[in-house]
């Protein structure tokens, strides 16, 4: 076939056209039904081959066009299986494969080719959920994945179950593990404010914080372990933070942060949780996180820049309910004036510890922000009602 190329009209370029306005490509300036092959559509059409590691010449032959038509096809609009010998391949086939990919399921890269591997890895998910576990993804198990997808990340469906499991546990914070990690470190300093009798910088304070943290979360019979001591040489990379979390098979993992800004008048609170653009998020890690923010304001009166799902790798590599806060600018004067008092770190460990004692409650017992006692926690464990 002769490449469809800039200058050209017709029904096809439409076509072509529509579908690179689906992909979001195409820009707002055309409509995406005319049919006049212009520069807008050259410029989309290039972007789609880089996109593609298709070779990038802004026109449409054949290869190109197979791609621009694998590319019109959206998951659930047809049942997906491993065809042979000509497997099946489109977009629908990579959100699949991403999907499963995010839910820990072994499906190699996601190249939008409906391979043995994707095949295998859609009957493991059918028969993790109950389903007939034959590799083919048609309605039945499209509803399972619409049900499931976007509540379990990091983790299998059974570890839904699992998190459920955990609740049924009790309440009880003796015996769990918690991994502290206070950012940045080493060389790295994280957010600096000018010299004065201020000056703190974010590393310092934060490893201050998860010490405050680590002590109370300690006297509540959790074992603690922090990512990082006060004064190590190099600064730990995010992947390397996760990993250590995961090889001591931690049940939550808290990363402590504070925030800088160019403009002072920046200042408050915000905990990221594991999400990705396409809505999917870590359920447990969203929970969490919620709870983590409203127990910081509610006790601090910080300002609430509330929650956000993040997939930095932090968050993406952690397989336990895991959150980042970013406590206070620390270029804020009003911010940095209340983190640097004792006082104000001792509230705000209190905030977290209270936080992740909330996780471990049903939720249909869970208790009203900032009105759990901390002290009240140490009690019970120093009565020796548990012994570790
Ligand atoms: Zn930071």
């Given amino acids: 076939m002769r490449p469809i190329r800039p200058g050209d009209r017709g029904p096809a370029v439409t076509e072509i056209r529509t579908v690179l306005s689906a992909l979001d490509l195409l820009g707002p300036a055309t409509a995406p039904d005319a049919d006049d092959f212009d520069a807008h559509t050259e410029r989309a059409v290039r972007a789609f081959q880089q996109s593609r590691g298709l070779s990038v010449d802004g026109r449409v032959g054949a290869e190109t066009w197979r791609a621009l038509d694998a590319a019109r096809w959206r998951l659930g609009a047809r049942t997906l299986y491993h065809a042979v010998p000509e497997p099946l391949t489109g977009e629908d086939v990579r959100t699949l494969q991403e999907r499963l990919l995010e839910m820990g399921y072994d499906v190699g890269r996601a190249d939008a080719i409906y391979g043995v591997r994707t095949s295998r890895a859609v009957a493991q998910f059918q028969r993790e959920v109950g389903l007939t576990p034959d590799g083919t993804c048609g ?46 470190g080493g060389t790295d300093p994280g957010v ?55 090889s001591l098979g931690a049940d939550v993992f808290i990363s402590l942060h504070c925030d ?84 104000f770190r001792d509230t705000l460990a209190e905030a977290v510890v209270a936080a992740v004692q909330r996780m471990y409650f049903p939720i249909e017992r869970d208790v009203p922000t900032g009105s759990i006692d901390v002290s009240e926690l140490r009690a019970v464990v120093a009565a020796g009602t548990v012994v570790d």
Avoid: F
């Fill in 139 to 184: 309605p039945h198990t499209m509803n399972a994945l619409r049900r499931l997808g976007r509540k379990v990340v990091g983790g299998r469906p059974q570890w839904l179950r699992e998190s459920d499991a955990i609740r049924q546990s009790g309440p009880t914070l003796v015996g769990r593990t918690v991994v502290v990690d206070p950012g940045h």
């Fill in 192 to 246: 600096v404010v000018p010299a004065g009798p201020l000056r703190w910088t974010e590393a310092d304070l934060v490893h201050d914080l998860a010490s405050r943290l680590e002590g109370r979360l300690a006297a509540s019979g959790v074992r603690v372990q922090l990512t990082r001591g006060p004064a190590q040489r190099a600064c730990l990379p995010d992947v390397e933070r996760a990993h250590l979390a995961n």
């Fill in 260 to 343: 800088g800004h160019a403009n002072p008048a920046a200042e408050g609170v915000a905990t990221y949780h594991y999400g990705t653009d396409n809505g999917v998020t870590s359920a447990t890690g969203e929970r969490l996180a919620g709870l983590v923010q409203r127990e910081i304001v509610a006790r601090t009166g910080l300002r609430d820049c509330r929650t956000h799902a993040k997939a930095w790798d932090l968050l993406r590599l952690t397989r336990m309910p895991a959150v980042r806060v970013e406590i206070g600018y620390l270029t804020s004067p009003d911010d940095r004036a209340r983190l640097v008092d004792p006082r």
